[in-house]
């Protein structure tokens, strides 16, 4: 069975709804879905999944219990060894959803590194993302390290250094263009 793994931002809180009609391709294709339970972007995807009443849905939370669950999905807890609270604590939870997802729907603000990262991990597996940026109101697919640097060029300088101070941005990318080269090799 196909499963999606559905982010965004965190201060993104509603969804598009050209990011609606996705959601609802997902849910009539009985694909499996994995979100998180954050705030934001998180909880609008489970409001909107609650009201499609048909979806398949697994939430994926950091420690115990989920943050939000508002469809009293079974939740798939991830330990998580860093300190609670922290980002890292939390980005536990995403690379295990990339590892369980078959693609990503992620939307983004042209600025969250969580999001980012999420395209970025699910890219690592080699495993495609559409990529819903917020502000253009268009969708980007991310299946390569090229379409990865087509999709960071819609960050502001200012952004793009703070995801390197962040997520170390540029080592990942130049990471992945190994990882591909020694494919064609």
Excluded at 17 to 22: A, C, I, L, N, Y
Excluded at 88 to 99: L, P, S
Excluded at 132 to 146: L, Q
């Amino acid at each position: 069975m196909t499963t999606v793994f559905i982010a965004g931002s965190i201060n993104i809180k509603h969804l598009d709804p050209k990011v609606k009609e996705r959601i609802d391709n997902i849910v009539a294709s009985e694909f499996d879905v994995v979100v998180g339970d954050a705030g934001g972007a998180d909880t609008s995807i489970q409001e909107y999944l609650l009201s499609l009443s048909l979806s398949k849905t697994t939430i994926y939370c950091s420690g115990a219990t989920p943050r939000n669950n508002l469809g009293k999905w079974p939740a798939r807890p991830v330990e998580s060894k860093y300190a609670k609270g922290s980002r890292a604590f939390f980005t536990a939870k995403d690379v295990v959803m990339a590892e369980a997802a078959d693609y990503g729907l992620m939307i983004w603000d042209a600025k969250s590194t969580g999001t980012l990262s999420n395209v970025i991990e699910l890219l690592s597996r080699r495993k495609k993302s559409l990529v819903f940026v917020n502000k253009e109101k268009a969708f980007k697919v991310v299946g390569d390290v090229s379409q990865l640097e087509d999709l960071v060029a819609v960050m502001s300088d200012q952004d793009k250094q703070k995801a390197d101070a962040k997520i170390k941005l540029f080592d990942r990318i130049s990471l992945l263009k190994h990882d591909q080269a020694e494919l064609i090799v």
